[in-house]
T-cell receptor
Framework: KQEVTQIPAALSVPEGENLVLNCSFT??????LQWFRQDPGKGLTSLLL?????REQTSGRLNASLDKSSGRSTLYIAASQPGDSATYLC????????????????FGTGTQLKVEL | EAGVAQSPRYKIIEKRQSVAFWCNPI?????LYWYQQILGQGPKLLIQ????????DSQLPKDRFSAERLKGVDSTLKIQPAKLEDSAVYLC?????????????FGTGTRLTVT
């Protein structure tokens, strides 16, 4: 059974700091890994999606890396801003799914980020 | 393009009462998902539909939870009777199809509080 863990559970940093969020998964036979952002009272917004054949993806100040062999992914946020405050979730899609639902996502528990002025 | 619509946004009920949530997926999306997100945890898939057929309901507590997707568009998720541990955010998502290459798009969710 795939398990996804995110460390730390919560993080508070001053504005302008660079930071790294971690995600680890137990089953390395994944199809892709996705990072989401969740704001209070809002749904999930997809930030970056990394295919299993890729090492990293970049979007603006965000960079996500994937090391499938070690079962790890990191989300790097450069020059953090108060608007980055949110919960960040990683989710993996397994390569093989026995119960049907070819694109089932397994989510981590999330990292709650607060960027202070 | 309109996103995934869910209602209500919030619901407070007493235990043993019934509750229903509604979801309207993105137009043209054949696959619809219901997730449960308990506070401090990641979303957990409850049920997945492909058009109006169930693809995966392995984690749906079928003694109290039910879901339907009539005509392959809108969907409702029902809890009857509710328990305290059902307090959570219920997220609906949709994708073009159930194949791996299609991303899921999420609604804003319904926050349920059971007292």
């Amino acid at each position: 059974k795939q398990e996804v863990t995110q460390i730390p559970a919560a993080l508070s940093v001053p504005e302008g700091e660079n930071l790294v969020l971690n995600c680890s998964f137990t089953d390395s036979a994944i199809y892709n890994l996705q990072w989401f952002r969740q704001d209070p009272g809002k749904g999930l917004t997809s930030l970056l999606l990394i295919q299993s054949s890729q090492r990293e993806q970049t979007s603006g100040r965000l960079n996500a890396s994937l090391d499938k062999s070690s079962g790890r992914s990191t989300l790097y946020i450069a020059a953090s801003q108060p608007g980055d405050s949110a919960t960040y979730l990683c989710a993996v899609m397994l390569l093989l799914i026995l119960t049907g639902g070819g694109n089932k996502l397994t989510f981590g528990t999330g990292t709650q980020l607060k960027v202070e002025l | 393009e309109a996103g995934v619509a869910q209602s209500p946004r919030y619901k407070i009920i007493e235990k043993r009462q019934s509750v229903a949530f509604w979801c309207n997926p993105i137009s043209g999306h054949a696959t619809l998902y219901w997730y449960q997100q308990i506070l401090g945890q990641g979303p957990k898939l409850l049920i997945q539909f492909q058009n109006n057929g169930v693809v995966d309901d392995s984690q749906l507590p079928k003694d109290r939870f039910s879901a339907e997707r009539l005509k392959g568009v809108d969907s409702t998720l029902k809890i009857q009777p509710a328990k305290l541990e059902d307090s959570a955010v219920y997220l609906c998502a949709s994708s073009l199809a159930g194949s791996k290459r299609y991303e899921q798009y999420f609604g804003t969710g319904t926050r349920l509080t059971v007292t």
